[in-house]
């Protein structure tokens, strides 16, 4: 929506560089997109491919971002359990993957890694099968396509030269996923973002958001302020407190992961699977744990990191003689379902919030429909089930 009788009034489908309501202010700007990690990033990378004069303020690598420590998987699988629109909007995501791949690679100077031929959920033992198993069935029965069972016959059959552990009873199988390398995606839309003219506004904290004529001024912690005619929130695990400035309750707790990585090796994993892939550099990445134990603390212990290592080691037996080059930590932010949320606030309009702990799954429809949908002052029709209000639901 767009604030009558103010320069926010000028269509943000044009250039930028045709809006003459922004003015000669350097501080002023179409859209503000509070934190730059991977999905605000994406977001400004759509919009200023749009046509927007967009900013990123961000605190910089002091933040507690999350993608730092995201695993590269570009999944379908097991999401949406439960939520049919986020299930959909995650498929609509891997449907225009390809195009964004193929335009992060360039625009990174380098391969972005993403390779869509199928990924695996391994089962070790008949119980973790056969619980699969009923996953699967509950998903299918929701209508997610695609999805099967593999025993280990199969599993064979789809990877005759992967030496897998004994242990291992079968998997789930989709042939739509895939992965690819969350730095280089960070890498690629940073690139096309300044590229499009953006600007990176890094190194303070965002204090408050005050609504004035025409947009918001967002004030920082080292004094200085930035206007924009609309504001995009994507701070992750700072969402709450600012959404809550702009009339929006969205709950976001931390979620710790771990990491791990390998030396390089050999090809010997073809197909990624959750907690465990080969990357197109040959090293071979172990995680992630999923500890909700609400600390804001994203450190590394090193009995998770063993547990990790041994079940992988039970998955594909020759890893046990690699060597562990880095191991690390990160923090998701999460809702209380763990679906995405977004929301204009009803009461602040031009005030938008997103998070997400799939931000590189996302990353195509976050840099495309929603980006549009910002750009137009509608969010897409497929993420209105995905508004926050559907946590504070009265109970009967």
């Known amino acids: 929506m767009m604030v009558s009788g103010t320069a926010a009034d000028c269509s943000l489908a044009r250039p930028a560089a045709s809006c003459p309501a922004m003015g000669p202010d350097a501080d002023r700007y179409d859209i503000a ?6 999905l605000g990033s994406a977001i400004a990378f759509g919009c200023a491919e749009g046509g927007a004069r967009v900013a990123v303020i961000d605190e910089g690598d002091v933040a507690l971002r999350a993608a730092r420590g995201n695993f590269g998987l570009v999944w379908s699988q097991g ?3 439960g939520m049919p629109a986020y299930a959909a909007w995650t498929r609509r995501s891997l449907s225009l993957w390809p195009a964004l ?27 973790e099968f056969a ?35 004994p242990e291992v009873t079968g998997a789930s199988y ?95 994993l073809p197909l990624p699977a959750s907690a ?39 998955v594909l037996p020759p890893i046990a003689r690699a060597r562990i080059v880095r191991s690390w930590g990160a923090l998701r932010p999460m809702t209380p379902d763990g679906f995405p949320a977004y929301a204009e606030s009803p009461t602040h309009p031009g005030a938008f919030v997103a998070v997400c702990h799939s931000a590189v799954t996302l990353a195509a429809v976050h840099a495309g429909p929603l980006a549009r949908g910002i750009l137009d002052g509608r969010l897409p029709d497929d993420v209105a089930t995905l508004h926050p209000r559907r946590f504070h639901v009265p109970a009967n």
């Open 33 to 38: 997109v509070l934190g730059g990690g991977m």
């Open 79 to 81: 999401k949406g359990d």
């Open 101 to 127: 791949a193929e335009r992060i690679s360039v625009l990174a100077g380098r391969d972005s890694g993403y390779r869509a031929e199928g990924g695996l959920a391994f089962c070790l033992g008949e119980a």
């Open 131 to 165: 619980d699969r198993q009923e996953k699967v069935q509950r998903l299918h029965n929701q209508g997610q396509p695609g999805l099967v069972m593999l025993d280990r016959r199969g599993l064979q059959e789809l990877m005759p030269a992967c030496p897998l552990g």
């Open 174 to 268: 989709q042939p739509a996923d895939g992965h690819a390398d969350p730095l280089t995606l960070l890498r690629g839309f940073k690139a096309g973002f300044l590229l499009a003219g953006g600007a990176m506004l890094n190194g303070a904290s965002i204090t408050t958001i005050e609504p004035i004529a025409g947009g918001y001024k967002v004030h920082r912690a080292d004094g200085s302020s930035v206007r924009a005619a609309k504001i995009v929130i994507a701070g992750g695990l700072g969402t709450p407190k600012l959404a809550a400035q702009v009339g929006l309750d969205v709950p976001v707790r931390p979620v710790r992961g771990q990491n791990l990585v390998t030396e390089r090796l050999a090809p010997i």
């Open 276 to 314: 465990i892939r080969q990357t197109t550099d040959g090293t071979i990445q172990i995680g992630v744990t999923n500890e909700d134990d609400g600390t804001y603390d994203p450190i590394t212990r090193s009995t998770d990191l063993a547990r990790m290592a041994a079940r992988a080691v039970r």
